[in-house]
């Protein structure tokens, strides 16, 4: 770690870090306001018409329901949940009996949810019973998926 004391490596580090944040956020950001003072539909040329597009947007009487929607769901998200969550991490971090306990309930659903999504893939997909091999079976193919389209495992 003695090579990241120098200031120069620092600065390439940061370097590296700003051009990752100004090509996929300035960049995007930057194209979608361009786009945004523009009549385009995704093909074809864009067709410049300057504020036309804000302008209706804030006759839209959708734009203000929704909108007034997203600001008390986030407001209710900061105010509320993001608090709880920090206390209830400072919890967790005391070291008294049962936090382990605590953590493991706390974590897993985490664990659980990849161990789910995966066993419901292998039911779909295994050779013997799974959802792809009945359906190549229904539509004609001798064996399924074994029948030399997938190697056997």
Known sequence: MRWL???????????????????????SLGFALFYSF??????????????INYLNLFKDNLFFYFSQKYFYH???FFYSLLPLA?????????????HS?????????YVIAPIVVGTIWWFIL????????????AIGHPGGIRHGSVAKY
């Open 126 to 137: 295994d050779p013997e019973i799974g959802l792809v091999c009945a359906i190549l079976k």
């Open 74 to 76: 986030s407001d209710y």
């Open 38 to 51: 523009t009549n385009f539909s995704g093909l074809g040329k864009a067709k410049f018409v300057g504020l």
């Open 86 to 98: 920090f206390i209830w991490a400072y919890i967790l971090d005391m070291g008294f009996r049962g």
């Open 5 to 27: 004391s120098s200031t120069r490596n620092k600065v390439l580090l940061l370097c590296a870090g700003f051009n990752f944040l100004f090509g996929f956020y300035i960049f």
């Open 101 to 109: 306990f605590l953590k493991a309930m706390t974590f897993t659903p």
